[in-house]
Each structure stands twice: as structure tokens, then as C-alpha cells.
């Protein structure tokens, strides 16, 4: 199989991006692998396998690499003599954060009629926003953990319980995140989250919840993975999440009853829905007084959340046979043409 690695991006997620496609590069041995690689300036690049290193693009070393256009059927190299074109294969969408996730990258890659593995447009929307995430899951039944929305100009005189945790609204890998145990930890933590969004979710912060980690696609029916039981720790930040990414050696199902496993089972079908088609999502959940509620969707995971799969690079084979294809339209200007005759060819 033929797949194109596209990682990097405007974001600020775009080094955790690049640690993931290395890891991919790893999990993925048996594919015909290229990595089209995105800097802050949103040019596309095309790297060479050898040059899949961290410090080739911490140092600057992918400008070296030749530019890459996108164009209506895949992407091109310029040359002397025009456009020459490169058979990628379809293109792995592993942009965490802005321009992967938003559904920008989603919208180039449909408009110019590439087939490619990633939440579409509207899935992207939805999951990308915690706020339009939780009202998704209501709507679908599946139960999610309290919250408050705040913007940045209302007024934070807000009666809270404490403990609770802050997380800014279109962030994800704990960016921007706190947790605050008193009333005079708040506005720090407001000022921190309102520097990357100008809205934010206040949750209550569960101290020893039971959390669980479920990922998945649809190929014919469900390719669900095991159930992760992440290591417990207060709160992961960024530098823990930022290793996390790079994981890919197979972790150990949860101990946990065939109800519950049935229950989150359930609850990620629900979520997945025709949504989701075509792409490999992760949801995580916690479990309180056996409720399972949804904490987030992770709809381009870490290293697409590869350690959770006994057989991830089939899976992915099988998926690149179930992608989802836009509707195609036929336009033949028969009413522009019918108005041209009733009126003699005026209009």
C-alpha cells in the first residue's frame, strides 16, 4: 500500500505532529511510506525516509527538501518543464491540532479530490471545538463530565466548587490547560488559558477517576482496539503528552468487567457513527459511579493511537478500502440553457 505521511502544520501542536509521523515511519514497515511534511508557513515539503529525524526540522534541513503544490488530484513538483506529478498513494492526515484537525487540511484534501485517512470536514468541526463535542455526545445519548463555558470577556466572578480544571476550548495535549484547587488560582489560570483561545471549559476535576482509552475505525463493521487503562498521575502536561506521542509498543488490555467494556464499547460506536467514516479516532472516558461519561474526542491521535491495535498496519489496509467518496455531482447548465431559449438566447 502506498500512503503519504502529511505531519507538521500551523499549529501549536506541529512538534508532536513530527513525533508522531516519525513513529509511524516505525509501526508502518511493511508500506510503500512518503511524508509530505508542513511548515509553519504552510508549505508542503517532500521528505526523504532517511531524513525522518527530529533535528532535520528542528535545524531548518527540510528546506533543502523539495517543494511540493497541491493540485487537483495530488500533489506535484515544479520542474523546468512544468508540473511533474508524485504518486503518493493516500494521504495519512497526522497534523495534530490547528490546520489537521480544524478541518482545514480535510477541505484542501476533498476540494482537490485526494483520497486520504482523517475525520471529514464536519467531523473535524465538531470534534475540534470541546464545547460543539459535548453537545455532539448529548445529542447521541452518551453522557459527558459537567462543565461551564466562559469567554474571555464575561465577567469570571463565577461560583465554582473546587477543585476544577481549565482547558481552552480548541486546544488539545494539555495546552493551555490548569488545574485550580482554590478560588485565588483562578484568574492565572483563566489568564494562561485565554492566551491560546477566547473561550474555555471549566470542568470539575475528578481527583482518582477511573479513566479509559478506546480507539477505533469502520472498515465492513468496527475495528475497535483494546481498552487502555492510561497510568494514573494528577495530569499529564504537555512534555508527558509530548512523549506519549512517540509510543509504539502494545499496552495491556484493561482489567475491567464485560459490562463496562460493553458500556464504552457502545458509547464509541454512538460517537463514531457515519461521522467519523474513513478515519481512526481515539475517545477517552471516565467511568464515575459506573457511568461512563466522554471526557474528549481525539480525532487524529497520537501516532494514531497505533499501540492499542493487535494488527494496526492491516487495519489501516482495510480502512484505505472503506474510505468514504463525495457524492459526485453532474452539472449540464440545463436550466441556465432552458432560460437562454425561453428567452432567445438574451439572458
Given at each position: 500500500m502506498n500512503i503519504a505521511i502529511l505531519f507538521g502544520g500551523s499549529s501549536y501542536e506541529h512538534e508532536i505532529?513530527?513525533?508522531?509521523?516519525?513513529?509511524?515511519?516505525?509501526?508502518?514497515?511493511?508500506?510503500?511510506?512518503?511524508?509530505?511534511?508542513?511548515?509553519?508557513?504552510?508549505?508542503?515539503?517532500?521528505?526523504?525516509?532517511?531524513?525522518?529525524?527530529?533535528?532535520?526540522?528542528?535545524?531548518?534541513g527540510y528546506k533543502k527538501a523539495k517543494k511540493l503544490i497541491l493540485k487537483q488530484g495530488g500533489f506535484a513538483i515544479e520542474g523546468m518543464f512544468g508540473l511533474k506529478e508524485q504518486k503518493l498513494g493516500v494521504v495519512l492526515n497526522l497534523i495534530h491540532g490547528r490546520d489537521g484537525e480544524d478541518g482545514k487540511m480535510a477541505s484542501l484534501l476533498e476540494f482537490n479530490?485526494?483520497?486520504?485517512?482523517?475525520?471529514?470536514?464536519?467531523?473535524?468541526?465538531?470534534?475540534?471545538?470541546?464545547?460543539?463535542t459535548k453537545l455532539y455526545a448529548q445529542s447521541l445519548g452518551v453522557k459527558v463530565v459537567p462543565y461551564t463555558l466562559l469567554n474571555s470577556d464575561d465577567s469570571r466572578d463565577v461560583e465554582l466548587e473546587y477543585p476544577v480544571i481549565i482547558?481552552?476550548?480548541?486546544?488539545?495535549?494539555?495546552?493551555?490547560?490548569?488545574?485550580?484547587?482554590?478560588?485565588?488560582e483562578l484568574d492565572y489560570a483563566l489568564d494562561v488559558a485565554f492566551e491560546f483561545d477566547n473561550q474555555v471549559i471549566i470542568e470539575p476535576f475528578i481527583d482518582g477517576v477511573l479513566e479509559y482509552n478506546q480507539a477505533g475505525c469502520k472498515t465492513d463493521d468496527f475495528e475497535l482496539s483494546i481498552i487502555e487503562e492510561p497510568n494514573k498521575e494528577e495530569f499529564l502536561d504537555f512534555d508527558k503528552k509530548y512523549l506519549d506521542f512517540s509510543r509504539d509498543a502494545k499496552v495491556m488490555d484493561a482489567d475491567i468487567s464485560d459490562e463496562l467494556r460493553?458500556?464504552?464499547?457502545?458509547?464509541?460506536?454512538?460517537?463514531?457513527?457515519?461521522l467519523f467514516e474513513g478515519?481512526?479516532?481515539?475517545?477517552?472516558?471516565?467511568?464515575?459511579?459506573?457511568?461512563?461519561?466522554?471526557?474528549?474526542?481525539?480525532?487524529?491521535?497520537?501516532?494514531?493511537?497505533n499501540y492499542l491495535f493487535e494488527d494496526f498496519s492491516g487495519m489501516v489496509n482495510r480502512l484505505i478500502k472503506h474510505l468514504p467518496k463525495e457524492n459526485s455531482i453532474k452539472i449540464d447548465y440545463s436550466y441556465i440553457n432552458s432560460i437562454q431559449s425561453a428567452k432567445g438566447g438574451k439572458v
Open positions: 505532529s513530527i513525533v508522531s509521523a516519525i513513529t509511524l515511519k516505525k509501526v508502518l514497515k511493511n508500506a510503500n511510506l512518503s511524508f509530505i511534511f508542513v511548515d509553519s508557513n504552510r508549505e508542503f515539503y517532500l521528505i526523504e525516509s532517511d531524513n525522518m529525524k527530529s533535528n532535520y526540522f528542528a535545524n531548518g479530490s485526494l483520497d486520504y485517512i482523517s475525520p471529514r470536514v464536519d467531523a473535524s468541526v465538531l470534534s475540534y471545538n470541546k464545547l460543539y482547558k481552552p476550548v480548541r486546544l488539545g495535549s494539555s495546552i493551555g490547560v490548569s488545574i485550580v484547587k482554590e478560588q485565588g460493553a458500556k464504552i464499547q457502545d458509547s464509541f460506536k454512538k460517537i463514531y457513527g457515519t478515519s481512526i479516532i481515539r475517545c477517552d472516558f471516565f467511568v464515575v459511579d459506573g457511568e461512563v461519561l466522554l471526557n474528549e474526542i481525539n480525532p487524529i491521535p497520537g501516532s494514531m493511537a
